[in-house]
């Protein structure tokens, strides 16, 4: 490295000698940073909560060192330094993925990546027994009612189910309902108090008195010839 003074010489058979010079100026190696892109997610890339640990992936070139994406470090300006694959936190994060040579130059890439809340969904309910529209006598007395729920977070939360009647209002299974048509409403809770329900109409049909039989006796009808 520097400023040279080149001679170039030479010598005829009498001796003689021509010559030239020439400055050549040889500046040091600069070293060039390294080239980082973020290969994936895209920038503006949405995720659920419920999506969990997020894979980042990035490639690293460099002109003197080659590929060092081994070295590639990951950070967010919300969750702070993290390694792929990573579960962020609720937000917007601006991600930076950085890479140094040995040169000790650094190359980045940026990207914005948002996660948004779980959303909470509604259990589902339904009514499994009696089936809608059912008639039963009051004298069938108490009725089963069977229903079955579940829900995305909480699982089988059927033990949780509440029964309904807009005639005899709350109660449980089974019962006896009273007389008429009434609408069953079976509805329960998830732990996000979310709620599902279903409903059936069920028909309560009076007593029904039946006149007795009289059946007469052999004795008595023989009786009643010989009188």
């Given at each position: 490295?520097?400023t040279?003074?080149?001679?170039?010489?030479?010598?005829?058979?009498?001796?003689?000698?021509?010559?030239?010079?020439?400055s050549?100026?040889?500046?040091?190696?600069?070293?060039?940073?390294?080239?980082?892109?973020?290969?994936?997610?895209?920038?503006?890339?949405?995720?659920?909560?419920?999506?969990?640990?997020?894979?980042?992936?990035?490639?690293?070139?460099?002109?003197?060192?080659?590929?060092?994406?081994?070295g590639?470090?990951?950070?967010?300006?919300?969750?702070?330094?993290?390694?792929?694959?990573?579960?962020?936190?609720?937000?917007?994060?601006?991600?930076?993925?950085?890479?140094?040579?040995?040169?000790?130059?650094?190359?980045?890439?940026?990207?914005?990546?948002?996660?948004?809340?779980?959303?909470?969904?509604?259990?589902?309910?339904?009514?499994?027994s009696?089936?809608?529209?059912?008639?039963?006598?009051?004298?069938?007395?108490?009725?089963?009612?069977?229903?079955?729920?579940?829900?995305?977070?909480?699982?089988?939360?059927?033990?949780?189910?509440?029964?309904?009647?807009?005639?005899?209002?709350?109660?449980?299974?089974?019962?006896?309902?009273?007389?008429?048509?009434?609408?069953?409403?079976?509805?329960?809770?998830?732990?996000?108090?979310l709620?599902?329900?279903?409903?059936?109409?069920?028909?309560?049909?009076?007593?029904?008195?039946?006149?007795?039989?009289?059946?007469?006796?052999?004795?008595?009808?023989?009786?009643?010839?010989?009188?």
């Open positions: 490295v520097g040279h003074t080149i001679t170039a010489s030479v010598t005829d058979s009498g001796g003689l000698t021509g010559t030239d010079t020439i050549v100026t040889i500046t040091p190696h600069v070293n060039v940073a390294p080239t980082l892109t973020i290969t994936s997610p895209s920038s503006g890339a949405t995720f659920s909560e419920d999506d969990g640990a997020i894979s980042f992936t990035a490639t690293a070139t460099d002109p003197e060192d080659g590929d060092i994406s081994a590639i470090q990951w950070n967010s300006d919300l969750d702070g330094a993290f390694t792929s694959p990573f579960a962020l936190s609720v937000g917007t994060h601006t991600i930076t993925a950085s890479v140094t040579d040995s040169g000790g130059l650094t190359g980045t890439d940026t990207i914005s990546v948002t996660i948004t809340p779980h959303v909470n969904v509604a259990p589902t309910l339904t009514i499994t009696p089936s809608s529209g059912a008639t039963f006598s009051e004298d069938d007395g108490a009725i089963s009612f069977i229903a079955a729920a579940t829900d995305p977070e909480d699982g089988d939360i059927s033990a949780g189910i509440q029964w309904n009647s807009d005639l005899d209002g709350a109660f449980t299974s089974p019962f006896a309902l009273s007389v008429g048509t009434h609408t069953i409403t079976a509805s329960v809770t998830d732990s996000g108090g709620t599902g329900s279903d409903s059936i109409t069920v028909t309560i049909t009076p007593h029904i008195n039946v006149d007795p039989i009289l059946i007469f006796s052999d004795d008595f009808e023989s009786g009643y010839r010989n009188w």
